[in-house]
Nanobody, 117 residues
Framework: EVQLVESGGGLVQAGGSLRLSCAAS????????IGWFRQAPGKEREGVACIQSSDGSTYYADSVKGRFTISSDNAKNTVYLQMNSLKPEDTAVYYCAPCPPSSDEDWGQGTQVTVSS
């Protein structure tokens, strides 16, 4: 069974940092591109960053470039999202999923990130 479990969210002041983790199981990690997505209240889900585990190539949304860094530890089947210089507009539930996600993606519970001003 394919599983992606997010953790690491929390409450942080603007300008602070958080590191999210996505633990993957049930599939060959190296064969996939895994991404972080987020959904703020009243807004559509959007892509934040993706990483190809086999070669480390990455993609970032313009809104997070220079502030967020996606990385993977293939030995641990885990993808991380280091978030620095957080802004209130980064407040959202963050999810990990294959990148791009399928139309019927099972998004799971995600992890809440709240940035106070």
């Amino acid at each position: 069974e394919v599983q992606l479990v997010e953790s690491g969210g929390g409450l942080v002041q603007a300008g602070g940092s958080l590191r999210l983790s996505c633990a993957a199981s049930g599939f060959t990690f190296d064969d996939y591109t895994i991404g972080w997505f987020r959904q703020a209240p009243g807004k559509e889900r959007e892509g934040v960053a993706c990483i190809q585990s086999s070669d480390g190539s990455t993609y970032y949304a313009d809104s997070v470039k220079g502030r967020f860094t996606i990385s993977s530890d293939n030995a641990k089947n885990t993808v991380y999202l280091q978030m620095n210089s957080l802004k209130p507009e980064d407040t959202a539930v963050y999810y990990c999923a294959p990148c791009p996600p399928s139309s019927d993606e099972d998004w799971g519970q995600g992890t809440q990130v709240t940035v106070s001003s």
